[in-house]
């Protein structure tokens, strides 16, 4: 790792992306331009995993399903946390289990709460 | 710290009692919470201690705001009895936002670290957000938490982008470290340090992003207008300040012309506007945006009579805020809004909610002998003292506009009759809050050596 | 050093009586009104006796700091020395005793309570005047001062007579101190401190080096000054030029009169030019000017007080009068017999107005001394104690307090190293003038034939201060006798370390005694005179009376001072107020309230409500102030 960052460290970073970028665009243009068309009902059908669509895609639904939704990502990105615990339990010690006990503590707090809540009971 | 620490268990405590339903034990429990906090919070005076890796410092300055935050909070839950409960069923919820809120607040106030910052604005926000729509049936309130929260999501990411340039250009989160990084010339830095004070501006309402301000305030529920217009505007202004002066202050040649373009910007967008408004609430939005102007001057003004002057005047303001929300929300919700001729007669029917209106009004706008004159008196000395006295002069240019709006709700308690006017009936918990700002008020206005030397 | 408690109490009372006036009875704010008078006298007492026993060294009490910006830190600070402790006790004492009066006087009065919270703070700003360490408190004081007496003297507002004296009261004097706040503003500009102690310790070593030229403002700033607060002081102290509202502020209660006359409100400016004394020694043209407003003063009020009708209205041109000799004293640089003068003055003069009070009051609130008479047999306790405050007022000699306090200015005017003849010989034609309407006054208003009905008589409360004052009347001025007449200095050497005594040209003996003797001779020709006129044969009088009604309307009307500043002052400001009744300088600010307007208008538009617009304003503006940057 470059002790002395500077913007211009970032350079390579900055090309490395361009790069990326311009090897989608070119990708599809070039597949766009060579690829033969063959237009035909069934190839400009929308495809949902081989289900015939129905109706439009804007209907309504539970608003419960955001919740729950959320509720996941909530609880599935507190995980990311424990992985570099994990890693790097021998190095944090004591402390270390100390603190994300804390934090799942704090987890299980919001998570008991969500529960007595009834924020996952579907049918309420 | 451990005032910090009180805080946030407090709040996730408040939350399950709300859980098991003890909810005559929210209050008691809450203002005994809170002034458990402040009493630690006075015990780190003069620690200066950094905790978590240099990320926070609880220094003088984050004391004094600490308890500043904690303190009015106290006193906004004085005026709560009653309230939430009448326009919602969760009211433990509410509680526990504000203490969220509020350990947010701490946090801006005590940070030594930009993640830290951005974690204090995050906590403070968030709830927030949610409080702004507190009232789920009605959509004044709705409208003004997506308002809030969009803007706030806007303003978050010129904060995090700054951050992250003046990360790129000094290598470091670190307050100290980038004061001392030297990197003060590089175009990066510099477009961090301006895209910051954009982000810091949203929070504070500075013009020009002040815009949702009135609106928010509008829909809001009174209490929560009140929140906002008191704490966290002290605890965005605290945090403007700290990041200012203990990160950017040798570069301040450079930031100082935009905060004072914003600063007159802010300070005649603020009063022009609320010249002619006639609804009180959104009266007081717009002073808030003009109080925001006054309080730029200090920032402007780096060094440590700085700090002392926006404490003075965060307390001035926060104290007279109290008094005229408090009286708005009982105002209001007696005479059904709160527009300017629903305050006509209060001097007749309430004697005791029409002086002390007047006497808030007359510390907003900075008359002598209340707490508001010694904090405008303190920021136009200091700016003063650092050169800006053309705009000090604006300033107080603007103090004059301001008085005649402030007037305008004296005369009318004062000057014009209601006849189908009754008294309104006060509970002790607004009698008790309404005298303490009364009187302190006044304290703080004859003695202003009391607040003044304390950083 | 609780020397803090005795502009306390009275503050204290003040307030207790403003936030719980309307819930006590008046019986209860009576005693919390004279309570609080009386426990600050009684402190004063304590105060003054240990400083007088103690080394008699000046006390400054720090009570706090009001703020300190820059340098400047004015505090609340008590300074407490001799000049100090003499006016202290004049007010705390003779403001005791007229609070008991007012419990008699004031007992059937509706606004009772509101009256003793007034009065209250009339003298609790007094004090708060004479005690201040710094000129800035000292104006706190002052103006705390003038808007008590504009208060009460318009305390029967329904009257719409009673708030036009009120107010010309204030107005009048606040020419005055406009001219004080301005001399304060260069005090300031030139020394950078308004403490008392720093001003005069200037003052002082400039004096001691070469005089003016080494003060720091120079001879003409010295000068400026001096004259600037001369001006607050005449305001106040109600003198030429700015007398006129003093003999209309008789339309407040009676007791308030004596309060303004005696201890509270017109000595305001004798302090003022005693307490600075160093500014004025500086400058000999000051000095001048103050003597010669004295005089003149005490000329013009004694001629118009020859010719009042109404009781009152008498003993305010005796007040303006005997002030002029106290101004006369101090323009002669006779610190110590101004202050002495002060001294008595304000025992027989409060025993003065509240025996008037006493007589009026019996009479069914007569003013008209022509309507009363007799009284001499009706009120004899009144009668005894008002012919003792007469007497005292006309300097009657060796057994009244007032002789001895004039005889010395008189003695200063002629001896004094700013002396000369011509000031002796007005002083003297005013101590004789002083004798004739004192004692015109007292035979109109107690010999003769009942005219006006005694009603009923005052009761204790209103008898017991006038017996106290009219012993004090009689014995104060004991403390400080003439050489020639025994020597005791008791009162001038207790001031010697406040106040630098004069230098004599002449000290011979024989002078002095020829001087006390024009002057004793003067006031009991007065006295004569007044009695050939007004008792033993009044006839003589008509044919007089015919001869000079021009003369006598004109001294009636105050030497018509009320008329020219109406005609030259009042009459082109009104005239010019109808002419400008669209105001010419006022367009400025209508036009800038209309721009205001209109940018109000502006500014509105922007609370569209639209997210987006609020967006694109936040983006627009984060934009601007991106690209001011590159320019930087």
Known sequence: MLLQSSASSYLPILIQGIMALAFVGITMVITHLVGPKRRTIDKLTPFESGISSVGNARSPFSIKYFLVAILFVLFDVEVIFMYPWAVNFRELGGKGMIEMFVFMGMLLLGFFYVIRKGALDWEK | ?455 | MTLWLIPALPYLGALILILAGSKLSKQMAGIIGCGSMGLSALWTGVTGIAFLSGGREPVRLQLWEWFDVAGWNPGVTLYFDSLSLVFTFVITFVGFLIHVYSTGYMARDEGFNRFFAYLNLFVGSMLMLVLADNLLLLYLGWEGVGLCSYLLIGFWYQDPANGAAARKAFIVTRIGDTAFAIGLFMLFQTLGTLNIGAILAEAGSALSGDGAASWPGGPAGATAIALLLVGGAVGKSAQIPLQTWLPDAMAGPTPVSALIHAATMVTAGVYLIARMHGIFELSPVSMQVVSLIGTITLLVAGCSALCQSDLKRVLAYSTISQIGYMFLALGLGAWSAAIFHFFTHAFFKALLFLGAGAIIESLHHEQNIFRMGGLRKELPVVFITFLIGSASLAALPLVTAGFFSKDQILWMAFAGEHGSLGLWIAASVGAFLTALYTFRMVFVTFWGETKTPVTHRPGKAMTIPLIILALFSLLAGFIEVPHNLGHITLFSSFLASVLPSPELITDSLLMEWMSQAAAALLTLGGIGLAYEYYVRNPQSLAGMKRNTGALQRFFHSGFGFDRLYDSLLIQPYTWLARVNRRDITDSLYTGLARFSIWLHRQSAQTQTGILRHYLLGAAIGALIILTISIFI
């Open chain 2, 1 to 455: 710290m451990t005032s910090l620490i009180i805080v946030s268990v407090l709040a996730v405590a408040v939350l399950y009692l709300g859980l098991f339903k003890y909810k005559t034990a929210l209050l008691p429990v809450s203002v005994t919470g809170l002034l458990a906090a402040a009493a630690m919070a006075a015990m780190d005076w003069d620690l200066e201690k950094m905790y978590f890796s240099e990320m926070m410092l609880f220094d003088n300055y984050a004391v004094a705001f600490s308890i500043l935050l904690i303190l009015t909070t106290l006193l906004i839950f004085g005026l709560s009895r009653n309230y939430f409960e009448k326009i919602s069923n969760n009211v433990a919820e509410y509680y526990a936002l504000m203490l969220f809120a509020l350990a947010g607040g701490v946090v801006m106030v005590s940070f030594h670290n930009l993640a830290m910052l951005f974690i204090g604005i995050e906590i403070l926000s968030i709830s927030l957000y949610v409080l702004a729509g507190i009232r789920r049936k009605d959509p004044a309130s709705n409208e003004a938490s997506l308002k809030y929260f969009l803007m706030g999501a806007f303003a978050t990411g010129f904060l995090l982008f700054g951050t992250a340039l003046i990360y790129g250009a000094t290598g470091s989160f670190n307050l100290a470290a980038i004061a001392s990084s030297g990197a003060f010339e590089s175009a990066l830095f510099r477009a961090g340090v301006l895209l910051m004070m954009v982000g810091l501006s949203f929070k504070v309402s500075v013009a020009p992003f002040h815009t949702w301000t009135p609106d928010v305030y509008e829909g809001s529920p009174g209490l929560i207008a009140m929140f906002m217009a008191t704490v966290v505007k002290t605890a965005g202004f605290a945090a403007f300040l700290r990041l200012f002066l203990m990160a950017f202050a040798e570069a301040s040649a450079f930031w100082a012309i935009t905060v004072a373009i914003l600063c007159i910007l802010t300070l005649f967008a603020g009063n022009i506007t609320a010249v002619f408004q006639d609804r009180f609430k959104r009266l007081l939005a717009w002073s808030s945006v003009s109080h925001a102007g006054y309080l730029l001057l200090a920032i402007l003004a780096v060094g440590f009579s700085a700090s002392s002057a926006v404490l003075v005047y965060t307390i001035a303001y926060s104290l007279a805020s109290v008094a005229a929300f408090g009286i708005m929300i009982l105002v209001s919700r007696a005479r059904g809004n709160d527009h300017l001729d629903s305050f006509n007669g209060l001097a007749r029917t309430n004697p005791f909610l029409a002086f002390t209106l007047t006497l808030a009004v007359c510390s907003l706008a900075g008359i002598p002998l209340t707490a508001g004159f010694f904090g405008k008196f303190y920021v136009f000395k200091v700016a003063l003292a650092q050169g800006y006295t053309w705009l000090v002069v604006l300033a107080v240019i603007n103090a004059m506009i301001g008085i005649y709006y402030y007037f305008k709700v004296i005369i009318a308690m004062y000057m014009k009759e209601n006849a189908n006017a009754v008294a309104i009936q006060l509970n002790p918990g607004f009698r008790l809050v309404l005298s303490i700002v009364v009187f302190l008020i006044f304290l703080f206005g004859i003695f202003p050596g009391l607040i003044a030397n304390i950083l």
